[in-house]
């Protein structure tokens, strides 16, 4: 089955920096747009970045621009995200995301893992 495993969350001080990554399974990974979003206490889930199948385009959120970089390996069906210069705003629960470019296509989610930005 669909499995995306998310870890390297954790507390940070502001200004400091992380690196999560999200370990894929149970489907053709390179064939998946990859993105990660974020959802704090209170509010919606928002996109935070995205990296298309083929191209390896990306994608970010205007609040997370010049801090945040999202890379994928396909041979190791794996996403990262390099989050640098990071702020309280940016404290969430950040979630990994996998869907098929299709308008008809799949969905799917991992758990999510937490991070934390204070001093």
């Known amino acids: 089955q669909v499995q995306l495993v998310e870890s390297g969350g954790g507390l940070v001080q502001p200004g400091g920096s992380l690196r999560l990554s999200c370990a894929a399974s149970g489907f053709t990974f390179s064939r998946y747009v990859m993105s990660w979003y974020r959802q704090a206490p209170g509010k919606n889930r928002e996109l935070v970045a995205s990296?298309?199948?083929?191209?390896?385009?990306?994608n970010y959120a205007d609040s997370v621009k010049g801090r945040f970089t999202i890379s994928r390996v396909n041979a190791k069906n794996m996403v990262y995200l390099q989050m640098n210069n990071l702020k309280p705003e940016d404290t969430a629960v950040y979630y990994c995301?996998?869907?098929?470019?299709?308008?008809?296509?799949?969905?799917?989610w991992g758990q999510g893992t937490q991070v934390t930005v204070s001093s």
């Open positions: 990296i298309t199948n083929i191209a390896g385009s990306t």
């Open positions: 995301n996998a869907r098929f470019p299709d308008p008809f296509g799949d969905s799917h």
